[in-house]
């Protein structure tokens, strides 16, 4: 199984971009996707995810900004993110949730980039 991610790249503060992150191969284990990001010498972060029965979870500081969505939320998902901060700035990784206790897939990694 393999993740794909797209969408980053370099916007002004205020600006918009919309990530996204879709699978290849068996989805069977898969219960939810979401997103990560991580800036350079820090920890990976929660960003957002669905589940496959559609409940969204998001991080307290992207609540208004940021909207997770799914045409299958076991398959490919959206995120799109409006009024952009340079706090933003990380790299973002889509990630796959998975039952029994199996270690969630991970996608490659997208920079997004929010200049002042």
């Known amino acids: 199984v393999q993740l794909q991610a797209s969408g980053g790249g370099l916007v002004q503060a205020g600006g918009s971009l919309r990530l996204s992150c879709t699978t290849s191969?068996?989805?069977?284990?898969?219960?939810?996707m979401g997103w990560y990001r991580q800036v350079p010498g820090k920890q990976r972060d929660f960003v957002a995810y669905?589940?496959?029965?559609?409940?969204?979870r998001y991080e307290d500081s992207i609540k208004g900004r940021f909207t997770l969505s799914g045409d299958n939320p076991k398959k490919t998902v959206y995120l799109q993110m409006n009024s952009l901060k340079p706090e933003d700035t990380a790299v973002y990784f889509c990630?796959?949730?998975?039952?029994?206790?199996?270690?969630?897939?991970w996608g490659q990694g997208t920079q997004v980039t929010v200049s002042s």
């Open positions: 669905i589940s496959k029965d559609g409940t969204i």
């Open positions: 990630y796959a949730d998975r039952s029994f206790g199996l270690n969630p897939y």
């Open positions: 191969g068996s989805t069977v284990t898969i219960k939810g």
